[in-house]
């Protein structure tokens, strides 16, 4: 059975950082797209980042420049960097990763349950 993690967040003042990370177990045959969401209070999930299988990643306008997406080759981890926090970035972070198993042979989407991140002005 697939379980996918999050971790790392929590509160921190407006111009600081925090680092998420997210890992994932179970029977994996392989690992495609990977991305970040998030769903700050009272708003719908939101997407923040992608780092495709091969290719450069891909940030929202709203975080470019201030996030980085990146993962672990030598385990099925991904992680996203943040940089100067600003209040309006206070929400709860969501992992997804495109993930194969075999058996059954498959690939689809798995969702973390999520981390939140609180950023104090």
């Known amino acids: 059975q697939i379980q996918v993690v999050e971790s790392g967040g929590g509160l921190v003042q407006a111009g600081g950082s925090l680092r998420l990370s997210c890992e994932a177990s179970g029977g994996i045959f392989g690992v495609y797209q990977m991305a970040w969401y998030r769903q700050a209070p009272g708003k719908q999930r939101e997407w923040v980042a992608t780092?495709?299988?091969?290719?450069?990643?891909t940030y929202a306008d709203s975080v470019k420049d201030r996030f980085t997406i990146s993962r672990d080759k030598g385990k099925v981890a991904l992680y996203l960097q943040m940089s100067s926090l600003k209040p309006e970035d206070t929400a709860v972070y969501y992992c997804?990763?495109?993930?194969?198993?075999?058996?059954?042979?498959?690939?689809?989407?798995?969702w973390g349950k999520g981390t939140l991140v609180t950023v104090s002005s």
């Open positions: 780092l495709p299988r091969q290719g450069t990643p």
């Open positions: 997804k990763m495109q993930l194969t198993t075999d058996p059954p042979p498959q690939t689809m989407d798995y």
